[in-house]
């Protein structure tokens, strides 16, 4: 069964700094999917950013990216230029290749601070 | 686009008690999902559906959860009883067809709280 980890339950940073979100995740498979959900108080699930297992190149989405290591089954979130509307709960979430269902880990709390 | 409407966002009963959420996915979408997310945890899958029909509801503690998608559009999800345990955020979310790597999006969800 595949498992995904977050093993930084809270993390802070300063406005405009740059901070790194940590995840590992477990599966057999050779491809499938990953991808980070920010959650604010209102709790909605917002994407901030995929990536197929299948591509080398890691994604980016302004001033979100990701270090995608598939040997290593690691997948961490740089947030460059932090901005005080980043504070939210950050999960890591996976998909398998033969499936269209998500598999969360236990998120990262992110405070922003001006 | 609207996105993934949900109601009631915010619910408080006793133990014992039944409730309804209910939620209507963005339009056009055919796949629609619950998730159970409890305090202090990710959400975890209760139940698929592809247009009306059930995918998957192997997480789905079917002796008090039930969930329906008349239509193939709105979905219902209800408890009945109600447990101490149940607290949580209901979260629905759709997509826009049964595929691996879909964008799954999801809706502001619906918080119980049990007492």
Same mark, same amino acid.
């Given at each position: 069964?595949?498992?995904?980890?977050?093993?930084?339950?809270?993390?802070?940073?300063?406005?405009?700094?740059?901070?790194?979100?940590?995840?590992?995740?477990?599966?057999?498979?050779?491809?499938?999917?990953?991808?980070?959900?920010?959650?604010?108080? @209102?709790?909605?699930?917002?994407?901030?950013?995929?990536?197929?297992?299948?591509?080398?190149?890691?994604?980016?989405?302004? *001033?979100?990216?990701?270090?995608?290591?598939?040997?290593?089954?690691?997948? @961490?979130?740089?947030?460059? =230029?932090?901005?005080?509307? =980043?504070?939210?709960?950050?999960?890591?979430?996976?998909?398998? *290749?033969?499936?269209?269902?998500?598999?969360?880990?236990?998120?990262?709390?992110?405070?922003?601070?001006? | 686009?609207?996105?993934?409407?949900?109601?009631?966002?915010?619910?408080?009963?006793?133990?014992?008690?039944?409730?309804?959420?209910?939620?209507?996915?963005?339009?056009?979408?055919?796949?629609?999902?619950?998730?159970?997310?409890?305090?202090?945890?990710?959400?975890?899958?209760?139940?698929?559906?592809?247009?009306?029909?059930?995918?998957?509801?192997?997480?789905?503690?079917?002796?008090?959860?039930?969930?329906?998608?008349?239509?193939?559009?709105?979905?219902?999800?209800?408890?009945?009883?109600?447990?101490?345990?149940?607290?949580?955020?209901?979260?629905?979310?759709?997509?826009?067809?049964?595929?691996?790597?879909?964008?799954?999006?999801?809706?502001?969800?619906?918080?119980?709280?049990?007492?």
């Amino acid at each position: 069964a595949q498992t995904v980890t977050q093993s930084q339950p809270e993390m802070s940073v300063q406005e405009a700094e740059t901070v790194t979100l940590s995840c590992t995740y477990d599966t057999s498979e050779n491809n499938y999917y990953l991808f980070w959900y920010k959650q604010p108080p @209102s709790r909605q699930m917002i994407l901030v950013i995929r990536q197929e297992a299948y591509k080398q190149q890691n994604a980016t989405e302004n *001033r979100f990216s990701v270090n995608f290591q598939k040997a290593a089954k690691s997948f @961490s979130l740089k947030i460059s =230029d932090s901005q005080l509307g =980043d504070t939210a709960m950050y999960f890591c979430a996976f998909m398998g *290749r033969n499936t269209d269902k998500l598999i969360f880990g236990t998120g990262t709390r992110l405070q922003v601070f001006p | 686009e609207a996105g993934v409407a949900q109601s009631p966002r915010y619910k408080i009963i006793e133990k014992r008690q039944s409730v309804a959420f209910w939620c209507n996915p963005i339009s056009g979408h055919a796949t629609l999902y619950w998730y159970q997310q409890i305090l202090g945890q990710g959400p975890k899958l209760l139940i698929q559906f592809q247009n009306n029909g059930v995918v998957d509801d192997s997480q789905l503690p079917k002796d008090r959860f039930s969930a329906e998608r008349l239509k193939g559009v709105d979905s219902t999800l209800k408890i009945q009883p109600a447990k101490l345990e149940d607290s949580a955020v209901y979260l629905c979310a759709s997509s826009r067809r049964q595929s691996a790597g879909n964008t799954i999006y999801f809706g502001e969800g619906s918080w119980l709280t049990v007492v």
